[in-house]
């Protein structure tokens, strides 16, 4: 374990805390165990909870985790002496203030920081869910589309709430194929397109402003769906094309989400939805017999579909951001900054290998921080085959990669390029800052397993 800071930070801040509540009795609550069973409750929950991948740790580099900052962690600590309940001012006076303020910081960072509407959400999902709700509303009856490579949550939104999806092309870098959008467009049904600036499989960014441009032809809603990359904005001048313009477009789009728990050093339970048009407000308008009383000022929950939602999230993210704020040329950017590098450092690796074992996805890619190669073989099964027990020699190192499938023909020195067969790739998200620092280790390790499994 990294050395573990919050003990310290938590004591200095709950005696402060403790001063606003002073005049409270003890609880006597029968319930509230002796203090000797509660550890050994503990004990037993310790011992349950190290059945588990190191994920803090930089030789885990497979999927998209990334340890919360210490002061998340406090913070969020801190609350939970309050529990708070952002629903409403009454549950959460102080976190909602607060969660006000952190959705406005994110909103700055998409040059939204005058007039939007956003809230947390529990997940990126219940964002996109609150997106495509409110698209269904302002473009009745039509189609929602998104690229093949969009997160599958949006067919599944899309079923919820009973509006018809359809996926589209991509290329072999996994963008959205404008040629293919535009032909649909021409259809004339068309109410809503998902455009992902990071997809979960590849990091790969849709073409934005291409995208954009459709609508000087076409009527249509873009939501941004940016739950993994996000921050990639605050660092996009450094991106490659075509990555840096689609950034560079993302104002002009009518929603965003993005999920401060994948790279905003969060804990889960934190996702955020930003719509350019506050007048969408209008949609959730709603009465609630018992809820909003004690603040004639906005309750959060009468702006998002989910009641209950955790304040100590709001916290967290506060603290989080006053602590590092979303500038380009601040300590988190850098972070960011360090995980694209640490990617670029793994392609060139696999690139270099002097016994060509490894594919990679056409160059332009990674635009992101997630490298995907596929293993040079004689056919396409023992290609997968070779990717599974590669990334089982891995984890037996204790270096923790991912696995996932793509079309074969994406690849150079696909067997078929005609073909849309699935391949078996090893995936590795690059997403904390340590893993720059860490390459070479991680290099090494994976040729030792690699060479463990391949035939010589
Ligand atoms: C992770 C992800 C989601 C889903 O978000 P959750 O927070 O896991 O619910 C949606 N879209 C994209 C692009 C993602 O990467």
Redesign the pocket.
């Known amino acids: 374990m990294p050395p573990d800071l919050l003990p310290g930070l938590l004591a200095r801040a709950s005696e402060r805390l403790q001063e606003a509540f002073a005049e409270l009795p003890p609880r006597s609550d029968p319930a509230w165990s002796s203090l000797a069973d509660m550890a050994s409750v503990l004990d037993a929950t310790a011992q349950r909870l190290g059945d588990n991948y190191p994920y803090f740790h930089p030789l885990y580099a497979g999927q ?1 985790l990334k340890p919360p900052h210490p002061i998340a962690r406090a913070a969020y600590t801190l609350a939970m002496a309050i529990n708070p309940n952002n629903h409403a001012r009454d549950g959460g006076r102080a976190s909602s203030e607060m969660e006000v303020e952190a959705v406005a910081e994110i909103a700055g960072m998409f040059d939204w920081a005058d007039g939007h509407l956003g809230h947390l959400t ?7 869910l609150e997106a495509l709700w409110v698209a269904g509303q302002s473009h009745p009856g039509k189609r929602i589309v998104g690229s093949s490579q ?2 599958y ?2 067919q599944r939104i899309s079923s919820v709430l009973q509006l018809p999806y359809s996926p589209l092309a991509t290329d072999t870098c996994g963008r959205m194929d404008v040629n293919a959008l535009e032909t649909e467009l021409r259809k004339g049904d068309v109410g809503t397109v998902v455009v ?5 499989a590849l990091g790969a960014v849709d073409p934005l402003h291409d995208i954009l441009e459709l609508r000087q032809n076409h009527h249509f809603r873009i939501h941004v ?5 996000g921050y990639f904005k605050l660092i996009s001048n450094a991106l490659d094309e075509p990555a840096r313009r689609a950034y560079a477009a993302i104002s002009q789009a009518d929603s965003i ?1 993005v ?1 401060p ?2 790279h905003g050093l969060q804990p ?1 339970g934190c ?1 955020c939805i930003l719509f350019r048009d506050p007048a969408v407000g209008r949609l959730y308008k709603h009465d609630s017999p018992y809820t909003y009383f004690t603040s004639k000022e906005l309750h959060l929950g009468e702006i998002s579909l989910e009641c209950s939602r955790a304040g100590a999230s709001a916290v967290a993210l506060w603290a989080t951001q006053r602590l590092l704020p979303l500038k380009p040329d601040g300590a988190f950017a850098a972070g960011l900054s360090a995980g694209r590098r640490a990617a670029l450092a793994l392609k060139r690796h696999l690139q270099q290998d002097t016994a060509a074992r490894f594919d990679l996805l056409p160059s332009g890619t990674p635009e992101l921080d997630i490298v995907v190669w596929k293993l040079r073989a004689p056919d396409l099964k023992t290609s997968s085959n070779l990717a599974q027990r590669i990334f089982a020699a891995c984890a037996a190192r204790n270096l923790h990669l991912a696995l996932v499938q793509l079309p074969e023909s994406w690849f150079a020195h696909a067997h078929n390029p005609a073909s849309r067969e699935l391949v078996t790739c090893l995936r590795s998200v690059l997403m904390k800052p340590e893993h720059e620092f860490w390459l070479e280790r991680i290099w090494t390790l994976f040729v030792e397993a690699s060479e463990e499994v391949l035939p010589r």
């Open positions: 998209m529990s997940s990126g999902t219940l964002a996109n969009a997160h949550t949006h992902t600036l990071g997809t979960t769906d940016a739950a993994y990359g989400v999920d728990h994948k889960y996702g």
